[in-house]
């Protein structure tokens, strides 16, 4: 899979470097591309943002470096197989970002993810780029970030180790939280008995037992009760606890 991201912070992107991920680009599963937006100036001060028509606080970018910018990620990543990537822009104000679309985007062979910063990107942006390429809006949740940098590493590591070859163990993609729609059940290793400074803390003599079953039925159980005390919004679980499981509602 090959992804581009542009940012006038690139170095926001380094930790892509590190474990998983950047053993997947070693690895060649991986081909990362990052661009300086600044790269895209043809003014001295290589000036990416103006102040906004209309009044209002903060800063927009502005659409010249940023049609540039998008414009060189084609020309650079085109190929037969894949003529345009899939564009990604991080905000705020997008569809919510899910491990369902993680799996969706994981199917891809080309993202390009563009990083807003300040109020955001001058909306003849998004006119120029989806005459070119599927755009997409994404947002990580109900919160503000600075800017689409964190974001990006958030979903290029979604969306990485979901790639045949990244994560080791495949098994370990199948029973993880958001997949089944139940979060994960709580884990323990060795010791079975742990003297915390005078608090002895025993794992769940369940997981001791060898009774397989049991073992599983325990996990099922405790996946419900965490979704619904932690996610009471995601329906399998609110439905099982409320005893709905037997009735044929879903
Ligand atoms: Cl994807 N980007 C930004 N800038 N802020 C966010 C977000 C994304 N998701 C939540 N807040």
Known sequence: MRLDVVSIFPGYLAPLDLSLIGKARRDGLLDLHVHDLRDFTTDRH???????????????????PWAAALDHVVQDGTTDDAPVPHLLVPGPGGVPFTQA????????????????????????VYDHAAERMPLTVVSLGDYVLNGGEVAVLAMVEAVGRLLPGVVGNAES????????????????????SWD???????????????????????????????????????????????GLDDLDVR
Do not use: N
């Open 46 to 64: 290589r000036t990416v943002d103006d102040s906004p028509f209309g009044g209002g606080a903060g800063m927009v970018m502005k659409p010249e």
């Open 101 to 124: 679309m993680a799996h969706a985007l994981a199917a891809e062979p080309w993202l390009a993810f563009a990083c807003g910063r300040y109020e955001g990107l001058d909306e003849r």
């Open 173 to 192: 993609l199948v029973e993880e939280s958001h997949e089944g729609g139940l979060l994960e059940y709580p884990v323990y290793t060795r010791p079975a």
């Open 196 to 242: 915390d400074s005078g608090t002895v803390r025993e794992v769940p003599p369940v997981l001791l037992s060898g009774d397989h079953a049991a073992i599983a039925a325990w996990r099922h159980e405790q996946r419900v009760a965490r979704t619904a005390a932690r996610r009471p919004d995601l329906a399998a679980a609110s439905a099982t606890v409320a």
